[in-house]
């Protein structure tokens, strides 16, 4: 590959800002071109023509789902090593109060797609068994891969989708070049017929339950563990990439039940009672995966340049009732997946970017999953198609020792008529017919004590910011239901209703 050409860097309030225009002109190209004008016996006078090298980074964006916030080494893990995960961390920044908009998965992920809270497009709750006409991010958002679509990225999206099932808010049409991985929010990690010669233990899905594989508009046979085959079509993801810049979004199912693994990351934790045996190797997989996308970017000299995020999509899944299976750990957060609690909506996050951001750092602002959107869109000077004004922020400023300040003033969160919200050190949240909590996290990190009637004027202050926000949110735009053994649709509760879920007051 040669590049010939110059790179515009100008300030931009004595910031990072960098202008690269071009195309890197490739030897092939240079050799057809040669070969045409001596075949033509044209006089050519060979010049190189003025281009620019593409100094923008690739943005790749790890996604794990239902993480444990203790679960990962760099989060303090005694017994589920994630050298690869943790490498992150070690060559950029981690957070240590990094937030969801959503304890469950696919609010989540359409808050973190879009850059917005994801109930100002209805988008409150996951979708039902069914492709429901509604379920889905709407065409009046635009999505983080739209942008960079347009400013000239290739890109990329392996994994689970979750945000629309009906053809028309599938990846391929939500701005991604290049689909594998499966739609909607569960899936088996194993074909049922390969489970037994794989060595899977745990708990594959009822039958008929388990998701179709795509290739872009195509199903594929996949026999490969998931998180393996993700890993894989993540590295030829890289290893075909060209002369533009690419974003590689890869929002794993792992660690999302069933919880299932082969013997190959079973056998990496003897010592481990089962189920945490089984959800440590599939985080094992998944921080696999993780130094297979690290060493391809190092293998094409991409290391450097390019931005990774890691984070979950809500907090882990452990404990009573909702996912029992799933032994998380979410320690010193109380609450989980599913709950207002720190440990439903806290989540690990990890941003690394060798040739900007200082390593080490350890960053204790409030940041939130809505900030990956501008963030990368900043990195990559792009512009975002919405028309819409984004409730993230770019954290290219805290991550370059630029800004100290907290990115976010408030935090707010609903889901259908329970709401929370974050403003400094407090926390308050407020569930339907039960009392109002107030917590101050600094003090309290497992929110442990409700100060609610200790603190009347925090408390009002609080639901008064809360009202403001919630005043011109739509109603959600669909409820999420089941069907019954006879036919009879039925709402699928949360645990964020069971009164055990409440932590002691
Ligand atoms: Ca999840």
Redesign the pocket.
Known sequence: MIAWGLTVVCGFNGKHLQLGFSKAVSMKRLHRFILTAVASLTAVSLRPQMVIADQRPNIVVVLA??LGYADLGAQGSGDIPTPHIDSIARAGARFTQAYVTCP??AP?RAGLLTGRYQQRFGFDDNGGPDPEANFGIPMSEKTIAESLKAAGYRTGIVGKWDVGIREGRRPNDRGFDEFFGFLPGVNDYIRRDKGETAGLLGRPLTNGRSAPIYRNHEIVDEPDYLTDAFAREAVRFIQQSDDRPFFLFLPFNAV?NPMSAPKAYLERFPNLQKDRRIYAAMISAVDDAVGQIMQSLSDRALDRNTLVIFLS??GGASGQGYAASSPARNDPLGGR?GTFWEGGIRVPMLISWPAKIAAGQTLSQPVSSLDVLPTSLAAAQARHLSQHALDGKDLLPLLLGENAAAPHETLYWRYHRHFAIRESNWKLIALENRAVQLFDLDSDIGETKNLAQAHPEIVRHLRARLDQWAADLPKPAWVRRTVDAEGRAQYVPLPIYEPESAPTP
């Open positions: 789902d239902d469950i998965c989540s999302h999509d809500n997946k």
